[in-house]
């Protein structure tokens, strides 16, 4: 097994959470903890209708999906469990998915496609399987390829804090 990682994880991108009513999880994370609305997102193949909502500002601000199943009896079920997925910003999906692959790394199908921000994106799957030993141990992960300006904010902000 390689051991030198050939890309970086810099940071969250995102965090998504599922619930049957995303009118629930808005009252919660906008109205009572005070995240800011950013935008929609609603895919019937993906069996999902989200508001976007956002913490923080600029290159590290994260956003946080608040998901609801178009169909409740459909998949995939976007509401449960509760924490969907994380979504972690890289420098280089492409070298990721193909070290992680190497590695053992199960992924879920399409490959790296387009995300609902824009970015491309690829998910590590929450379960291993006899032929894919390495998985998400239970989570969804969503490796989101990062854009050359968040790439350099998180290698400031490195580099400031090792001085």
Not at 98 to 113: A, H, N, S, V
Not at 134 to 157: D, K, T
Request: aromatic share 6%.
């Amino acid at each position: 097994m390689e051991t030198t990682r050939p890309f970086r994880i810099l940071g969250i991108q995102q965090i998504a959470i599922g619930g049957l009513d995303k009118g629930a999880l808005r009252k919660l994370w906008v109205d009572t903890l005070g995240l800011t609305a950013h935008g929609t997102y609603r895919s019937e193949k993906e069996n999902v209708d989200e508001d976007i909502v956002v913490a923080g500002t600029g290159p590290f601000k994260v956003e946080v999906d608040l998901m609801q199943p178009v169909n409740p009896d459909g998949r995939p079920k976007v509401h449960d469990p509760a924490l969907n997925h994380v979504g972690l910003w890289v420098d280089d999906l492409a070298v990721a998915v193909k070290w992680l692959e190497g590695q053992g790394m199960r992924f879920t199908p399409g490959g790296i496609r387009k995300g609902a921000a824009g970015f491309d994106v690829c998910f590590i799957h929450p379960k291993a399987s006899d032929q894919f030993p390495l998985s998400g141990e239970g989570v969804l992960i969503e490796l989101v390829q990062a854009p050359p300006e968040i790439i350099r904010a998180f290698e400031q902000a490195a580099a400031s804090a090792a001085h």
